[in-house]
């Protein structure tokens, strides 16, 4: 996976850190198109003092839960994390003044979702909007796996299981102690690729329907 995912930075042109316990945080949104589930992941990986790279693996979500689709605080809708890399974008702090987790200290990208359904229509770009949305990399419940999103993200990337959450602080502890309090988020969207599929199969179904259409009024 370390492979996949250098080959994938680097070919967008994204900082890759190699530096001893300096962090590279990169959420993957999976392909499933519908809402509510933890189905994304969040990989972190660095270098040990050794040149050893260490990766890790954690279930997350990019997405909001339903609970904030139905009931949008926006009333452009739901922010949802546009894919890009985010340069010490985030700094450790408190979640709504609560618990420590990684909040965000300067501008990010959001597309905001006005369908307010389950199945999100990315086959429209939406309201693209930039600025400080508190969108945070937290946990869900305090202990344990969460399974359904509900409230607990309104645009977060959010950890479903609070051990995997706790191991991440403790990385980001190590990583504020050699190089300052400032953290760099990456978001890499596989609906991309599902996307242009459907997009390439629905431009197929028109042009094999027109060429009928035209075979039809030629008989």
């Not at 991440?168 to 190590?174: A, G, H, M, T, Y």
Request: net charge positive.
């Amino acid at each position: 996976m370390l492979s996949k995912s250098l080959q994938i930075l680097r070919s967008k042109g994204y900082k890759i850190y190699r530096q001893p316990y300096r962090l590279n945080i990169v959420g993957y949104r999976s392909r499933f198109m519908g809402s509510n589930r933890f189905d994304d992941e969040i990989h972190v990986f660095y270098t040990n003092d050794k040149g050893k790279w260490v990766y890790h693996i954690f279930r997350a979500t990019t997405d909001p839960g339903q609970y904030w689709l139905e009931n949008p605080m926006h009333p452009k809708g739901t922010a949802f994390l546009k894919k890009g890399q985010y340069v010490d974008a985030y700094s450790l702090g408190l979640h709504r003044g609560v618990y420590q987790a990684l909040i965000q200290k300067a501008p990010v990208s959001v597309i905001r979702n006005y369908e307010r359904k389950g199945l999100f229509k990315w086959f429209e770009s939406g309201f693209q909007d930039t600025g400080r949305f508190g969108i945070n990399i937290h946990r869900a419940r305090k202990q344990g796996t969460t399974k359904v999103i509900d409230d607990f993200s309104a645009g977060c990337l959010v950890f479903a299981n609070a051990e995997d959450f706790d191991r991440f602080l403790k990385l980001s502890n190590q990583h504020r102690k050699r190089y300052g309090n400032s953290f760099t988020v990456t978001l890499v969207d596989f609906r991309d690729e599902r996307r242009r599929r459907l997009q390439l199969a629905a431009w197929g179904s028109i042009a094999a329907a027109s060429g009928l259409l035209l075979l039809n009024r030629m008989n």
